[in-house]
């Protein structure tokens, strides 16, 4: 009995979107990341941004006063430059090194793919042939993999009594998940917030969009959190016109 309540209810709701859909679009960016690091890393290490790629899938829901609803679908690689302080050194055997050798420089590369799912609310504005957009709203992000790069640069003792040095690279996979051997979790929640400048068009509209993804959840036990600019050129086809 409550299926059949709820079932024109359902095709109800979905006849009001349907109508209130404005359009369909894509979006490929450019990603800017890093990571947050909690205090204790902090002291070690310098987090930089690191470059990857976005791509997104959307659609436009009017909600009315210029107001809109953006559901979307995007693949995003975060990651991290991490690069240890200058004044920070380690004993050779605490990266499996000699007693005489001495850690003088680690570099750790990160890139992780991410399978979004941002739900935003967009405020417009303008008019003519050109516009604007404030937009916030929350995430869903599922990891897929990832890579790491490792560069440990060391100083050892030369055959003439001086110092010399040398770096040893090695690459590494990155699982993601809820395992007790997975490098980080699967699963993150994030806050977003963009804007943009939109260029209207007889049938669509160019659009180019700024996003600042700010993750709330920790990505390991160390704390790290995501953090996350990206710089996209949209294209979005009206429907119903």
Known sequence: ???????????????????????????????????????????????ALRPGLGLAAFMEINLGNRFTLQPEVAF???????????????????????????????????TLNYLDIPVMVEKNFGGGNIGAYVALGPALSFGLNGKGREEITYEFPAGDGAADTNTDRSEYQIEMGSGRYDTYKGFDLSLNAGAGLLFLLENGEIGLDLRYTHGLRNLNVDGLKNRNFMIGVSYMHYIGQ
Not at 21 to 41: D, H, Q
């Open 76 to 110: 995003t690689q975060r990651g991290v430059n991490l690069s240890s302080e200058s004044s920070i050194f380690w004993e050779g055997p605490d990266f499996g090194y000699p007693a005489t050798y001495k850690v003088i420089d680690y570099r750790q590369k990160e």
């Open 1 to 47: 009995m409550k299926k059949l309540i709820l079932l024109p209810v359902f095709i109800a709701i979905v006849q009001i979107v349907s109508a209130q859909i404005s359009g369909f679009g894509i979006r490929p960016a450019v990603s800017f990341s890093t990571y947050k690091l909690n205090k204790e890393y902090n002291d070690v290490y310098d987090a």
